[in-house]
DNA sequence: TCATCAATTTGACAGTCATCGAAATATCAA
DNA sequence: TTGATATTTCGATGACTGTCAAATTGATGA
């Protein structure tokens, strides 16, 4: 896993509402920006910011269907993450 | 884990120098804080605020022996943190 | 005792970042 | 077309944080 990636995951887990956000994507197989605004008290504009941070860290991959973005773990490069922490 | 020390450890480890000390500390049994000064550029104040961060998310153990403070990685917490990570 | 060395504390500064309101954009439904 | 809804962008703000110089503490050995 490239040093640029690894670094970006770390910082992306760092804030406690981004961990949130990515837990609850990973607990199902996909999940809506209107249905994590149903579940947490988030800003439209937070969220999107938030979004954005961890698609950028390659930790979720965002499909745009309509007026709504569904957001999924990608779960291989959480894999090699954990994979990349475990060498230490 | 309780949430907040899972905190502490996730933003510790957002940080790159902070993580690579915690590298190299991992990388021996023990590790004294004048040899990381020896192998990294980095004044005193910064790495004893590091080295503080670093024990506070409970990621290592500090002892102290005569001027010298020694640093180990505590692996205990270390997989803990991966067994938790590891549940996302 | 005194000079030296490791480490900590303090204070300050610069840069980063989470947050949100407001405005803009995009898409749908009627 | 028009009104409504989902999301993004922009701008601002307040808080946090990594950094280090300088002063301090604590311990050693000469």
Redesign the pocket.
């Known amino acids: 896993m490239e040093l640029k990636q690894f670094r970006r995951i770390a910082?992306a887990l760092?804030?406690p509402?981004?961990y949130e956000i990515l837990s609850r994507i990973a607990a199902k197989k996909e999940m809506?920006?209107?249905d994590m605004?149903c579940v947490l008290?988030?800003?439209?504009?937070?969220?999107?910011?938030?979004?954005?941070?961890l698609e950028n860290a390659g930790l979720i991959e965002?499909r745009k269907e309509?007026?709504?973005?569904h957001m999924k773990l990608c779960r291989k490069v959480w894999k090699e993450y954990l994979a990349q922490l475990a060498k230490l």
């Open positions: 910082k760092a804030d509402r981004r809506a920006c209107v605004r008290p988030i800003s439209p504009a937070t969220l999107s910011h938030h979004v954005k941070e965002v309509a007026r709504f973005v």
